[in-house]
T-cell receptor, first 115, second 112 residues
């Protein structure tokens, strides 16, 4: 079965720094998304990663804080910039188009703690 | 008010019992309904996917959608300790692969 991987799986960072999270899929997919799951909360969509163009951000999320790249059909990155403790969350990528289906499959997540 | 409401639990049941989970929603445009299972420190795993109203069965899992009541359910028969996880409902207006709106998740504990 197709695999979605994320790097790093977890990290502890200092406030004011930035972290780039990678999402890699082992087959081409049509769509990629980035979600945030704050402690004890459900998933909130940050943005849709568009291949070859700027990401589409949801209300409350901006490109300066969460720049996203998607250079091809199997890879995307999310950067969390100028981090504060409120950014401590699990960040998840999801993809559409695996196994010729139109449903979303999620990566294992990146657990971020900001001190 | 949240678009999708889900009782956070925890819901504790004995092994072998039927687990009953549900979500209510307010957006009548939702047409695609999904249930995900999330184990601790893992990403959500798709369990069931239904379109519009009706029932769908897959092994021990049954999903029901009642659009007239804006209410969806997931039933797990013959529950096992390995079913202990958080169950998230998710919905979309345009397609299952587009923007998903999630419920808050229900934590389920199946006791041996």
């Amino acid at each position: 079965s197709a695999v979605i991987s994320q790097k790093p799986s977890r990290d502890i960072c200092q406030r004011g720094t930035s972290l780039t999270i990678q999402c890699q899929v082992d087959s081409q997919v049509t769509m990629m998304f980035w979600y945030r799951q704050q402690p004890g909360q459900s998933l909130t969509l940050i943005a849709t990663a568009n291949q070859g163009s700027e990401a589409t951000y949801e209300s409350g999320f901006v490109i300066d804080k969460f720049p996203i790249s998607r250079p091809n059909l199997t890879f995307s990155t999310l950067t969390v910039s100028n981090m504060s403790p409120e950014d401590s969350s699990i960040y998840l990528c999801s993809v559409v188009g695996l196994r010729f289906t139109d449903t979303q499959y999620f990566g294992p997540g990146t657990r971020l703690t900001v001190l | 008010q949240k678009e999708v409401e889900q009782d956070p639990g925890p819901l504790s049941v004995p092994e072998g019992a039927i687990v009953s989970l549900n979500c209510t929603y307010s957006n009548s445009a939702f047409q695609y309904f999904m249930w995900y299972r999330q184990y601790s420190r893992k990403g959500p795993e798709l369990l069931m996917y239904t379109y519009s109203s009706g029932n769908k069965e897959d092994g021990r899992f049954t999903a029901q959608v009642d659009k007239s009541s804006k209410y969806i359910s997931l039933f797990i028969r013959d529950s096992q300790p390995s079913d202990s996880a958080t169950y998230l409902c998710a919905m979309s207006a345009s397609a299952a692969g587009n923007k998903l709106t999630f419920g808050g998740g229900t934590r389920v504990l199946v006791k041996p």
